[in-house]
């Protein structure tokens, strides 16, 4: 990929620190593209963003994210809240096999300790 200019979809487009992101990634130069569930997304109004994907929650959004993420030929997804870790966790295998996108991903065990204030305090506790 040497050469060529990154595409990436920064999910939860509504929250601040996928706002953050957005300007980072579109500031080195690359193509941005922010996924939003609601219409009129904060993350759509950077300079940095050049599209905002909206698919809202409905009973095929699974297929209609994964049909996009193909149709669009993302580089790289980058989940950034709960909810997106949720879905992409869920749609992990289906994203490996459906599209060439890379996705920045923790491990289920990570992701499952970080919201989890009991498996937090208890890693905590075993490192000191």
Same mark, same amino acid.
């Given at each position: 990929? *040497? $050469?060529?200019k990154?595409?990436? +979809?920064?999910?939860?487009?509504?929250?601040?620190h996928?706002? $953050?992101? =957005?300007?980072? !990634?579109?500031?080195? $130069?690359?193509?941005?593209?922010?996924? /939003?569930?609601?219409?009129?997304?904060?993350?759509?109004?950077? *300079?940095?963003? %050049?599209?905002?994907?909206?698919?809202?929650?409905?009973?095929?959004?699974? %297929? &209609? !994210?994964?049909?996009?993420?193909?149709?669009?030929?993302?580089?790289?997804?980058?989940?950034? $809240?709960?909810?997106?870790? *949720?879905?992409? #966790?869920?749609l #992990? @295998?289906?994203? =490996?096999?459906?599209? %060439?996108?890379?996705? !920045?991903? /923790?491990?289920? *065990?990570?992701? &499952?300790?970080?919201?989890?204030?009991? +498996? /937090? +305090?208890? +890693?905590? @506790?075993?490192?000191?």
């Amino acid at each position: 990929m *040497k $050469g060529a200019k990154l595409k990436i +979809l920064v999910f939860d487009a509504d929250q601040k620190h996928s706002l $953050g992101i =957005v300007r980072h !990634l579109g500031k080195k $130069g690359y193509t941005v593209h922010a996924l /939003t569930y609601t219409q009129c997304c904060l993350s759509s109004w950077s *300079k940095y963003c %050049d599209r905002e994907i909206f698919i809202p929650f409905h009973n095929k959004f699974d %297929d &209609e !994210l994964i049909d996009t993420i193909k149709k669009e030929q993302y580089d790289i997804l980058i989940p950034v $809240g709960t909810t997106s870790y *949720k879905i992409c #966790h869920r749609l #992990h @295998d289906r994203l =490996v096999i459906e599209t %060439d996108a890379k996705l !920045l991903l /923790t491990s289920n *065990k990570s992701f &499952e300790t970080a919201m989890s204030k009991e +498996l /937090t +305090l208890s +890693l905590a @506790d075993s490192i000191g």
